[in-house]
């Protein structure tokens, strides 16, 4: 009988339907996996990795990215910055400038950008406004894999404060749609009522932005989303997260049997507010960095099960809008969909504060489930994509902006030790980046619907 010819093999210490197979090799055939095999079978395959000693996983889903926010980054430059940084799925954010993902035409638009811009798979969300929430179910029609709502307003048109009114409304329509209801969770009111007073007192050096936007604006506006939720039964989503309490209360209501998600971020997990005398503007983002205990307590919940995902929030503003007169006049956001996986593998797993199972379940099992991407995305499985990472973890390696991809050429790791690193990225079975290198094509990368 003809042995059977496979597309491609890898063999490595390889993290399969969450089970880790030391010196296996993993079998791919048309895009898909076809299962994993003892290494001294006998295969056939027209290429053949050899990462002994190195960590093959399901590539990472990073489910909060701003590829058009700032139109000089585009899919282009995002989704090349995702490869070399291990990610093989980004879910991108629908607040593009100038007005946002709110109608089918403009999701129509953003769709074929990604087929002839992309690098890696893309899945997209739709911005929900007072004013649109008519288009909710049609945008659903369209492919959108959630949707996302401010309880801040951030900018009138790109993504604007929706009203409780609409708020209730919008999370009834959303659950009848069956996808998440994803909120930027700030107090609009008593943020701006604070930056106001401080603006009057003259006080806008780098910690007023942590000063204005105090812990309780973001637990209030939380513990809003969450009685809002439990009301309607919509699958509630909290971007963002960045203090523990916030994570406790969504803790609480899921105990209750409310349908919710939580995310953090890096940057939560690596700043405190002390930070922002030192590095200023640079991480100015929105919620703030908060007081040195949280990120101790935040990796703590992350050990435990209690966040869900870890997203980079990858915003890649011009480094000039980040170094202003004061810290208010200063774009909120920075960029890390290429830092995301090496970050928290260095920092997490080779420190001992996550294990690799949990790394996995944040980066990619996870935020592909609460999208409805899973089982095709996030999972190393027979018939999964074949989206696939293989991490290094001897690679020793200095953070340096000038490496990344993306536009921004800043980072706020900048000459950061990192143990660890991306050899390769792969995602339909194709090699998309290789040992510092992409080897990839614009284009390649596909719109993904949720399933």
């Given at each position: 009988?003809?042995?059977?010819?496979?597309?491609?093999a890898?063999?490595?210490?390889?993290?399969f339907?969450?089970?880790?197979?030391?010196?296996?090799?993993?079998l791919?055939?048309?895009?898909?996996?076809?299962g994993?095999?003892?290494?001294?079978?006998?295969?056939?395959?027209?290429?053949?990795?050899?990462?002994?000693?190195?960590?093959?996983?399901?590539?990472?889903?990073?489910?909060?990215?701003?590829?058009?926010?700032?139109?000089?980054?585009?899919?282009?430059?995002?989704?090349?910055?995702?490869?070399?940084?291990?990610?093989?799925?980004?879910?991108?954010?629908?607040?593009?400038?100038?007005?946002?993902?709110?109608?089918?035409?403009?999701?129509?638009?953003?769709?074929?950008?990604?087929?002839?811009?992309?690098?890696?798979?893309?899945?997209?969300?739709?911005?929900?406004?007072?004013?649109?929430?008519?288009?909710?179910?049609?945008?659903?029609?369209?492919?959108?894999?959630?949707?996302?709502?401010?309880?801040?307003?951030?900018?009138?048109?790109?993504?604007?404060?929706i009203?409780?009114?609409?708020?209730?409304?919008?999370?009834?329509?959303?659950?009848?749609?069956?996808?998440?209801?994803?909120?930027?969770?700030?107090?609009?009111?008593?943020?701006?009522?604070?930056?106001e007073?401080?603006?009057r007192?003259?006080?806008?050096?780098?910690?007023?932005?942590?000063?204005?936007?105090?812990?309780?604006?973001?637990?209030?506006?939380v513990?809003?989303?969450?009685?809002?939720?439990?009301?309607?039964?919509?699958?509630?989503?909290?971007?963002?997260i960045?203090?523990?309490?916030?994570?406790?209360?969504?803790?609480?209501?899921?105990?209750?049997?409310?349908?919710?998600?939580?995310?953090?971020?890096?940057?939560?997990?690596?700043?405190?507010?002390?930070?922002?005398?030192?590095l200023?503007?640079?991480?100015?983002?929105?919620?703030?960095?908060?007081?040195r205990?949280?990120p101790?307590?935040l990796?703590?919940?992350?050990?435990?099960?209690?966040?869900?995902?870890?997203?980079?929030?990858?915003?890649?503003?011009?480094?000039?809008?980040?170094?202003?007169?004061?810290?208010?006049?200063?774009?909120?956001?920075?960029?890390?969909?290429?830092t995301?996986?090496?970050?928290?593998?260095?920092?997490?797993?080779?420190?001992?504060?996550?294990?690799?199972?949990?790394?996995s379940?944040?980066?990619?099992?996870?935020?592909?489930?609460?999208?409805?991407?899973?089982?095709?995305?996030?999972?190393?499985?027979?018939?999964?994509?074949?989206?696939?990472?293989?991490?290094?973890?001897?690679?020793?390696?200095?953070?340096?902006?000038?490496?990344m991809?993306?536009?921004?050429?800043?980072?706020?790791?900048?000459?950061?030790?990192?143990?660890?690193?991306?050899?390769?990225?792969?995602?339909?079975?194709?090699i998309?980046?290789?040992?510092?290198?992409?080897?990839?094509?614009?284009?390649?990368?596909?719109?993904?619907?949720?399933?």
């Amino acid at each position: 009988m003809r042995t059977r010819l496979f597309d491609l093999a890898i063999t490595g210490n390889i993290l399969f339907e969450g089970q880790l197979v030391l010196g296996g090799t993993l079998l791919v055939d048309k895009g898909r996996v076809s299962g994993i095999i003892d290494s001294a079978i006998h295969f056939e395959a027209k290429k053949h990795l050899h990462a002994e000693g190195k960590w093959v996983l399901p590539g990472v889903v990073d489910e909060h990215v701003h590829s058009l926010s700032y139109p000089g980054e585009g899919f282009c430059n995002s989704t090349q910055s995702a490869a070399a940084g291990g990610v093989t799925t980004i879910i991108d954010m629908p607040v593009d400038a100038p007005s946002g993902t709110a109608t089918p035409e403009t999701l129509k638009k953003k769709i074929a950008m990604v087929g002839q811009e992309s690098f890696i798979d893309v899945a997209l969300t739709g911005v929900v406004k007072n004013e649109t929430i008519h288009h909710i179910h049609a945008l659903k029609e369209e492919g959108v894999c959630g949707f996302k709502l401010s309880l801040f307003h951030t900018e009138a048109n790109r993504f604007p404060r929706i009203d409780d009114g609409h708020l209730l409304e919008a999370f009834s329509v959303i659950r009848e749609t069956g996808l998440t209801a994803g909120v930027h969770a700030e107090n609009d009111e008593l943020i701006k009522f604070l930056i106001e007073k401080h603006i009057r007192e003259g006080k806008t050096y780098p910690r007023a932005h942590c000063e204005t936007r105090p812990e309780v604006s973001e637990t209030e506006s939380v513990l809003k989303a969450l009685e809002f939720a439990r009301a309607t039964g919509v699958r509630l989503h909290l971007y963002h997260i960045s203090c523990s309490r916030s994570i406790e209360f969504a803790k609480r209501f899921k105990e209750e049997g409310c349908s919710v998600t939580t995310e953090t971020c890096p940057h939560y997990l690596f700043f405190s507010e002390e930070d922002m005398d030192r590095l200023g503007g640079t991480i100015r983002i929105n919620p703030p960095i908060r007081n040195r205990a949280e990120p101790d307590r935040l990796w703590a919940q992350l050990s435990h099960g209690e966040i869900d995902c870890v997203g980079s929030d990858h915003i890649p503003w011009p480094e000039e809008w980040k170094h202003r007169p004061t810290i208010f006049e200063c774009a909120s956001g920075i960029p890390g969909v290429e830092t995301l996986l090496p970050l928290l593998f260095s920092e997490g797993v080779l420190k001992g504060k996550i294990s690799m199972g949990t790394l996995s379940k944040i980066l990619s099992e996870n935020p592909a489930k609460i999208f409805k991407l899973y089982p095709r995305k996030g999972a190393l499985a027979i018939g999964s994509d074949a989206d696939i990472v293989i991490l290094d973890p001897k690679k020793r390696w200095v953070l340096r902006a000038d490496q990344m991809h993306t536009t921004a050429k800043w980072t706020p790791y900048e000459g950061m030790e990192i143990n660890g690193g991306v050899e390769t990225t792969i995602v339909r079975g194709r090699i998309i980046h290789h040992e510092a290198k992409t080897v990839g094509e614009k284009g390649y990368g596909m719109f993904i619907r949720p399933f």
